[in-house]
């Protein structure tokens, strides 16, 4: 059977699939799982065309890597047949332990990182293919010896945030996020052991920090988007408060699970195999039946937060740079214990609630963007920049509470 096969990327155009293993890989039921984990949580409640899924960043992450690949060796960078392949499946399973709709309800079903369960099902699937995962694994840890492979999977200038912002961009229609991903690849370069941007690729890095900046705020915590998925967050609270009170709710075998029980890393190291199936029957589809149901649930806050979800009757949610007075607080949640209904009182606090967000475009705090000028002299991007990057991090506060 050929296994190299091609596929039409609406972002990229027809892309091909390298390496046996790497289809292999696509067809695992673990990878097809992220067709139904969406890339931008409940973003499409505000941008109607954000539907791409997990699925989609992946596989265009890989082809990004592959580029990437090619244009070092190019350079002269030495990467062998089994580090390059290394590289791409790292790069495909970086996000295969995504939570349903991905950062929105990460901490929320199972306290542990994405990436830390990424990383079990790495090695559960390094068992299957007879141990063909070991560089991967060892590229996504950063513990290769070839650092700058690890940089192209995750640092501040990876395959990662080069197709996410390209791809987020395109399918919610916000051009700020549009990147010259094309150009700094082929400007990437490699010096003592780690990766660089050749100095020509200067103010095609400072676009894209601009454009990560510019769709944070713009997309990933555009405040409606915020407020959805915390209503998210907290609907999914609430039932597992339920649940570890007995109380029944239905909902999939693996969401039930996973309410019912208290998981934690140490739980999934410890029994990895059983509990990793579980995680991976857990997707979007069980979430939103669960919603469905849950509407008509006989308790007020989760009838309540799931009908509302359901119904896109969003709370309203106020944003602003330092936090809200106590006096507004307490005359707000005043006047929505007066529309409770009699005796509902203990809602108020799902019904009301404060919180802050904040994100840096980027960091100086540890592995800076670094530029490789043509007389050999390596300068961070913090100081190579003619118009200054913005290291600095932003925090908005928020109060959100229901319309009525």
Not at 20 to 45: N, T
Request: hydrophobic residues 40%.
């Amino acid at each position: 059977m050929n296994k190299k096969k091609i596929f039409n990327d609406p972002v990229y155009g027809f892309t091909s699939i390298p390496h046996g293993i790497i289809f292999d890989l696509i067809e695992h039921p673990y990878y097809q799982r992220l067709r139904r984990i969406s890339q931008l949580g409940l973003s499409h409640y505000v941008y109607p065309g954000a539907l791409h899924t997990r699925f989609h960043h992946c596989l265009g992450a890989m082809h990004l890597m592959t580029q990437a690949i090619e244009t070092l060796k190019s350079k002269d960078v030495e990467i062998s047949k089994k580090e390059a392949r290394g590289a791409l499946i790292a790069i495909l399973l970086h996000d295969i332990g995504h939570a349903p709709f991905s950062h929105a309800l990460e901490h929320t079903l199972v306290n542990v990182h994405h990436e830390e369960l990424s990383e079990l099902f790495m090695q559960k699937l390094n068992e299957e293919f007879k141990g063909k995962l070991d560089i991967a694994i060892q590229i996504f840890q950063n513990k290769y010896p070839k650092k700058f492979l690890h940089q192209l999977v995750s640092s501040q200038l990876d395959m990662d945030r080069m197709d996410y912002l390209n791809r987020d961009s395109f399918f919610t229609g916000v051009s700020e996020g549009v990147i010259g991903y094309d150009r700094i690849i082929k400007m990437l370069t490699v010096k003592n052991n780690e990766l660089m941007v050749e100095e020509k690729g200067i103010y095609s890095v400072e676009k894209f920090l601009i454009a990560r900046r510019l769709m944070y705020w713009q997309v990933y915590l555009h405040k409606t988007v915020l407020a959805a998925e915390q209503m998210l967050i907290r609907t999914l609270k609430r039932a597992k408060e339920l649940a570890q009170q007995g109380v029944e709710l239905e909902a999939s075998e693996g969401l039930k699970f996973f309410l019912y029980e208290n998981i934690t890393l140490k739980d999934f190291k410890k029994n990895r195999n059983v509990l990793l199936d579980k995680y991976a029957s857990l997707d979007d589809v069980d979430i939103l039946s669960a919603l469905k149901n849950w509407s008509n649930h006989n308790d007020y806050v989760l009838s309540f937060l799931s009908k509302r979800i359901i119904e896109r009757k969003l709370f309203k949610i106020k944003m602003q740079n330092e936090p809200f007075k106590s006096d507004y607080v307490k005359d707000l949640r005043h006047m929505i214990v007066n529309n409770l209904p009699k005796g509902r009182s203990e809602a108020l606090d799902y019904l009301v609630f404060e919180g802050k967000e904040s994100n840096s475009a980027y960091t100086t705090n540890k592995d800076e963007i670094k530029i490789l000028y043509k007389n050999g002299k390596v300068v961070p991007m913090s100081d190579a920049s003619d118009h200054g990057v913005q290291p600095k991090i932003i925090t908005k506060h928020y109060i959100c509470y229901p319309k009525y």
